[in-house]
Nanobody, 113 residues
Framework: QVQLVESGGGLVQPGGSLRLSCTASRNILSLNPVAWYRQAPGKQRDLVAGMIGGNIKYADSVQGRFIISRDVAKNTLNLQMNSLKPEDTGVYYC????????WGQGTQVTVSS
């Protein structure tokens, strides 16, 4: 079993930045697909950014503003979010091994003035 714990969410003004982190309970990030998803109120959970091997994919809405990275030595997956917009508001979840894999509990991000 694997536990994923997200941190770094909070309230930020439009144009601001946040850095989310997800720490895994064991070394599982290096060889598996990893991703960040976002669920806005009343909406489905959508992919924000994902890594499969050396390939990285971003949702069109965050391209150029968000950066996904992983620190294998620390078992940590990160999401650097810049130039945040109100529509980035939602609960952010880290994921390993796809939608049928492992999920964190989520961290709330609110972008508002």
């Amino acid at each position: 079993q694997v536990q994923l714990v997200e941190s770094g969410g909070g309230l930020v003004q439009p144009g601001g930045s946040l850095r989310l982190s997800c720490t895994a309970s064991r070394n599982i990030l290096s060889l598996n697909p990893v991703a960040w998803y976002r669920q806005a109120p009343g909406k489905q959970r959508d992919l924000v950014a994902g890594m499969i091997g050396g390939n990285i994919k971003y949702a069109d809405s965050v391209q150029g503003r968000f950066i996904i990275s992983r620190d294998v030595a620390k078992n940590t997956l990160n999401l650097q979010m810049n130039s945040l917009k109100p529509e980035d508001t939602g609960v952010y979840y880290c994921n390993v091994q796809g939608r049928n894999g492992y999920w964190g509990q989520g961290t709330q991000v609110t972008v508002s003035s």
